[in-house]
């Protein structure tokens, strides 16, 4: 049957709602575009007219492709070069989607995204139509033909898995560009101890360069190791620069609702580091330097202003 207009106008006012489950599911932009993109193409052959709730059965669609992508992707991601981390959204993304509740805002923090990985499919999909979009049990329960009482144990599982390791604190893009400046200065003071302040006794550091860029796959765990690391980082030299091309240029904003610093060259993003931060101090960093999963990143960064560096690099 031949879309009208009005079937694709429906279809577009769902699409960044769309999108951001796709995200949240499988913590992939491209993947999640992708997935949306494929509903579409379900939406085109149906009939249309016959579908009672059209939100409802695109959501039921969408999220059945994302559990099949997640089936996949775990096969895949047993042979991937390296640490996988989630791909990073800059502040503004529409992909983020809605951010009016604490637990919304949490749910697409790069730190739940990462704990979401241990969920099984199922309970991730769960987690994130209830704790993300609000969506009643019997309508979850629906979507993935399940009962209602099913619906509301896996997401009592889920939640209490994903709370057991979070500790964030909520930051404001004020609150995040100072902890930024201040980690940076600490960083590049060519000393330890002002770094070692700045950490929990347990923090962590970890990169993703899907084995084109390098990135160590093994965390630095603990404040001293991970101050060493940073140091080390932030030190210039010629190997670094000719490693990137070049000298390139540090900011700070947010990714993913997370105190961020963006690494830019030349006008596109070649690194996004989320900074995990606690009542005690800054927990993990997670760095995101794989080039397939900063091209949305760098998209979106060349659409705004974001005025002077903090400091350029090597």
Known sequence: ???TMDHVDRFE???HRLEAIAYRLLGSASEAEDAVQETFLRWQGADVDRIEVHEAWLTKVLTNLCLNQLTSARARRETYVGQWLPEPLLAGDPMLGPADTAEQRESVSYAVLVLL???SPGERAVYVL???FDYPHREIAGILDITEA???QVFHRAKKHVAAGRARTAIDEAAARRIVDEFLA???SGRTEPLVRLLTQDAVAIGDGGGKVPARAKAFEGA???AKFMR???TPGKAKRALVGGSPDVFATTANGDPAVVVVLDGRVIGVMCLEVTAEGIAAFRSQVNPDKLERATGRWAAADHGEPLLRAF
Do not use: D, I, Y
């Open 13 to 15: 006012a769902s699409r």
């Open 130 to 132: 209830r704790e993300a």
């Open 186 to 188: 600490a960083a590049t």
């Open 117 to 119: 990985e241990r969920l």
């Open 1 to 3: 049957m031949a879309l």
């Open 150 to 152: 099913a619906s509301q």
């Open 232 to 234: 080390g980082l932030f």
């Open 224 to 226: 001293l190791a991970v």
